[in-house]
């Protein structure tokens, strides 16, 4: 099965001018949408919000275009591939994630707050500190899932168009950075909202096109399919089929999976989605949309996953010449069973991914600048609309050129462990101090400083001073798997912070609040939020155009 | 610890959260969302532990086939999300959103009235 890659000489296989014609028009037709989208983008409610006008199934499916990420797509199809049974692990825990959203946090944060995760945790604190404190965490959240994204698309194009030199892939990451600023300052909430719904709508008909392709090889019998995975797998065999070949530390897996179940609910490009809905119950609906789409595409992948371990294989997806790496499973497969053509369409589709998601982070992480900080803080409230729209496209731009930036630095790392580290954040900073502010009478600013800040600081620490950046021992061709090669400064055990930095959040939030205990209690605020996030009074409203 | 004054002064959102049919809509929200989610959370974390300490369990297959136990158990996790998922949808239609659009309008009514 493997000849046909041999023949195409081992740099790339495929047509480079066709996943770029693919990709290319994928490209004109967003812009084309964008540009006519864009046109109703005056007001803050609509270049932040869509004018709050989408409906349940638009924003749900943008949501999960948004949340679809290229780690996801790519990286959890080549971990299956090659690992088995331990790839599976993690798209459970992006799915189950999604029910803390639903239950806890979508419905009652839409009738709270108007653009950003600052307006409901600041709602009845001290606005200037906690909006501040919202902001930053905002941003290192965004700005890390930014960087996991832009440093996979310079792993992609080494596979697509066989662009390996450094510097042309720094061109390509810079593309991307460019094209995803003209989303954002053109077509605002609504434009990013429709790139993200095209994106979805390919990339889950690519990958049920596949699935069905491969269940079909074997008869439509998953038993099968597994037994032949299990066969071209000469080096882990059956073991495959279950846990412990990838997460070799047992702690570790447990960190792994209480930052993925508890992130999501915390991320902040997630949380501004369900802005977008004219009313708490669409927002409860778009949920309920993004859990049957995001469930079933997990459910591809897996099928996906170990039908790259049959048709492709593992000994060359995991070789280390293959461009993309453990990366390449899915569009390796495409190749397997389309040729040339449906490797450029699931090409183009994974591209798509990656700049879909980058505008909805350049969005949040502008919005947030823009509102919590330049209108509420600077300005104390007193910005006109107009002039925080500026203040938001002025900043999608610096944004963009930092991500262009951060991304070529970062090219190479590996896109999961980045995606991994923003829901440990997110997990640690917002969750805790979102939940508490919904549910808990006596929570106050200093609670909140404490949860964010203290979380945010020891989610770093354990991070900077884990084995995950530095102090794995090295392989046999000399490499280590830490970020950085050659120091050793861990003392952290565990790659993933998460099962000490989430509870030491919750627990902050606790002790901040009994520091805080003399701040006075803001009964009339505190009424407003609670009977508002639970009816849906005073909420904002649709815009009508 | 309430604050000098407000007794006074109390806004229709205070006196709609003393109400009866507020505590009501509350707790029927509570009642639902805070042990539906201690149960999908205890679910996924015992499949997480049963991954990470029982991992040769997990790898017993079923019967003659190649389905392990810990590939039907993930899916059950699949299975079981997409249930609560259609769970908390009926209850919010039926139970939940009836008294929360009773308290809304008559909160906007009253805050339209004081406006005027």
Redesign the interface.
């Known amino acids: 099965m493997t000849s046909t890659l041999a023949q195409s000489g081992g740099a790339t296989v495929g047509s480079p001018w066709l996943n770029i014609a693919i990709f290319g028009l994928f490209v004109v037709v967003t812009l084309v949408v964008v540009f006519r989208v864009g046109r109703s983008n005056s007001t803050a409610s609509d270049y932040y919000a869509a004018g709050r006008s989408l409906t349940a199934a638009q924003n749900g499916t943008a949501i999960s275009g948004d949340y679809l990420s290229a780690a996801s797509f790519l990286g959890i199809a080549g971990a299956i591939a090659v690992y088995g049974?331990d790839g599976?692990?993690y798209s459970?825990?992006f799915?189950?994630a999604?029910?803390?959203a639903?239950?806890?946090v979508a419905e009652l944060l839409r009738n709270t707050g108007r653009y950003t995760m600052g307006d409901v945790l600041a709602f009845r604190m001290r606005q200037r500190p906690v909006r501040a404190a919202a902001a930053t965490s905002t941003l290192v959240v965004s700005f890390f899932y930014l960087l996991a994204q832009m440093a996979g698309a310079g792993g992609l194009v080494a596979l697509l168009i066989g662009v390996t030199g450094k510097a042309q892939q720094a061109l390509v990451i810079a593309v991307v950075g460019v094209l995803m600023i003209v989303y954002v300052l053109v077509g605002g909430m609504k434009g990013t909202t429709y790139v993200q719904i095209i994106k979805a709508v390919l990339l889950i008909a690519g990958a049920a096109v596949m699935t069905i392709w491969v269940l079909g090889l074997t008869g439509f019998n998953?038993?099968?399919l597994?037994?032949d995975a299990?066969a071209n797998s000469p080096k882990n065999g059956?073991?495959i089929?279950?846990?412990?070949l990838q997460?070799k530390n047992?702690?570790d897996?447990?960190s792994l999976?209480l930052a993925l179940?508890l992130g999501t609910a915390g991320l902040p490009h997630i949380l501004m989605r369900f802005y977008t809905v004219p009313s708490a119950?669409e927002a409860?609906?778009s949920v309920?949309w993004s859990?049957?789409l995001i469930?079933i595409f997990?459910?591809f992948t897996l099928v996906l996953g170990y039908g790259a371990a049959w048709l492709v294989g593992p000994a060359v997806i995991s070789d280390p010449n293959t461009p993309g790496g453990t990366n390449s499973a899915a569009p390796l497969l495409a190749y397997e069973l389309g040729g040339p053509f449906l490797l450029g369409l699931i090409s183009a589709v994974a591209f798509a991914t990656i700049l879909a998601v980058v505008a909805g982070l350049t969005i949040t992480a502008s919005a947030s600048f823009a509102h919590d900080v330049y209108a509420n803080i600077v300005k104390k409230g007193q910005a006109t609309s107009r002039d925080e729209v500026r203040v938001a496209r002025i900043t999608a731009v610096v944004i963009g050129i930092v991500a262009i930036g951060g991304g070529i630095l970062a090219n190479g790392q590996n896109i999961a462990f980045l995606v991994a580290l923003a829901f440990a954040v997110a997990a640690s900073a917002n969750l805790p101090t979102i939940l508490y502010s919904l549910?808990w009478k006596r929570f106050n600013t200093t609670g909140a400083l404490f949860s964010i800040y203290g979380g945010l600081a020891i989610c770093i620490v354990l991070i900077v001073f884990s084995p995950a950046v530095s102090g794995k021992p090295p392989n046999a061709a000399g490499r280590s798997a830490s970020m950085l090669q050659g120091v050793d400064f861990h003392w952290f055990p565990l790659d993933n912070p998460g099962l000490v930095s989430i509870p030491a959040s919750f627990l902050l939030g606790v002790i901040g609040t009994y520091v805080g205990s003399r701040e006075?209690?803001n009964?009339?605020k505190y009424?407003?939020m609670?009977?508002?996030s639970?009816?849906?009074?005073?909420s904002e409203k649709a815009v009508e155009h | 610890m309430s604050t000098t004054g407000d007794r006074q002064t109390e806004t229709v959102y205070q006196e709609v959260q003393r109400s009866a049919a507020f505590a009501d809509l509350r707790s029927r929200l509570r009642r639902f969302v805070f042990p539906m989610s201690a149960a999908f959370l205890l679910w996924y974390l015992a499949y997480v532990l049963l991954a990470s300490y029982a991992p040769g369990f997990m790898a017993t297959r079923l019967g003659g086939s190649n389905i392990t136990v810990g590939l039907v158990i993930g899916l059950l996790q699949f299975v079981t999300t997409f249930i609560i998922t259609m769970v908390y949808v009926r209850y919010a239609d039926r139970r939940l959103d009836p008294p929360a659009t009773a308290l809304r309008e008559e909160i906007e009514a009253r805050r339209a009235e004081q406006a005027r």
């Open positions: 049974y599976f692990l459970i825990g799915l189950v999604w029910l803390v639903l239950l806890l998953l038993s099968t597994l037994g299990v059956e073991a089929l279950g846990p412990g997460y047992k702690v897996l447990i999976g179940v119950r409860r609906k309920v859990i049957w469930g997990y459910l549910y006075k209690h009964a009339e009424a407003e609670e009977v508002r639970l009816t849906g009074a005073g």
